[in-house]
């Protein structure tokens, strides 16, 4: 986008963004807590909601939804467990279906990239009748920052089943930022399902040795197979189902089908994704993998 589009896109953006309210479901999540800064610094009024926060969300109690939603303009669907997990679609029709009975106008869904499992809660979204923008994104590099991951960084050694496919690995601040172009862009991002990725392809464990590197400790990165990782997680309690919709989930969504860039990040803010080294390194700065500091 050349920088006059760039500008007065950003001006458009800024309109729309004048007297909206947005909910954000997983406001405290990876990507969440980041809609969450990007809509404020957009001038969105943001309802921040999480299951212990002071909007209280919770997908598994539909009693707290119409509070929620009642007044918004807008709202980014972020569904947990996982979009494409067992029950999903279902859940999140009923939600988006409650939202337009709300009059909210407009929703954004996160969704995953390559991850097959997850269309039938994008056309649940689709159907709601609401303006929509569904976000597909690659594999988050927060996501060994932040969340379960972080403490087998911690430890020295992350364990996955990731053997050594590339991912485009994309910074969780780009999928926010692209949420509310999506939210405040009027009509130029409504109707489409955008992909997004970072700007180049790495193994885990190319990952993993960058963060390593950035830390100045050495992080060894093991791979395993789905199911392995999958009876690891079963002996730490995680419920039957669960586990064979995540073995499902690594066997599918780690077979290589992610590993190819998109434009989508440039196409939609104007400008390149941020690198994963600039990532690793801004984590290290603030001993984010140093298990003293951490």
Known sequence: MAPVLARQFTEVMTTNAVNMTVLVTGATGRVGRRV?????????????????????????DRSTWADALRGADAAHIAYLPDVGAPGAAETVGAFARQAVELGVRRLTLLSARGEHQAHATEQAVRDAGAEWTVVRASWFAQNLSEGPFLEGMLDGELVFPGGEVLEP?????????VVVAALTGGDRLTG??????????????????????????????????????????????????????????????????????????????????????????????????????A
Do not use: H, M
């Open 36 to 60: 969450v800064e990007s809509a404020e610094a957009a001038g969105l009024t943001v309802r921040a909601a999480s299951r212990s926060g002071a909007v209280r969300f919770d997908w598994a």
């Open 192 to 293: 489409r399902t955008l992909d997004l990725t970072g700007p180049r392809l790495l193994t885990f464990r190319q990952a993993v040795a960058e963060v390593s590197k950035a830390a100045g400790r050495d992080i060894a990165y093991l791979p395993v197979t789905a199911r392995e990782y999958g009876a690891a997680l079963a002996e730490f309690g995680i419920p039957a189902e669960e586990v064979e919709f995540l073995i499902e989930l690594f066997e599918t969504n780690l077979d290589g089908r992610n590993a190819k860039l998109s434009d989508g990040v440039r196409e939609v803010l104007g400008r390149e994704p941020r690198d994963f080294a600039d990532f690793a390194r801004e984590c290290a700065e603030e001993g984010v993998f140093n298990p003293a500091t």
């Open 169 to 177: 690995f994309i910074d969780a601040r780009d999928i926010a930022d």
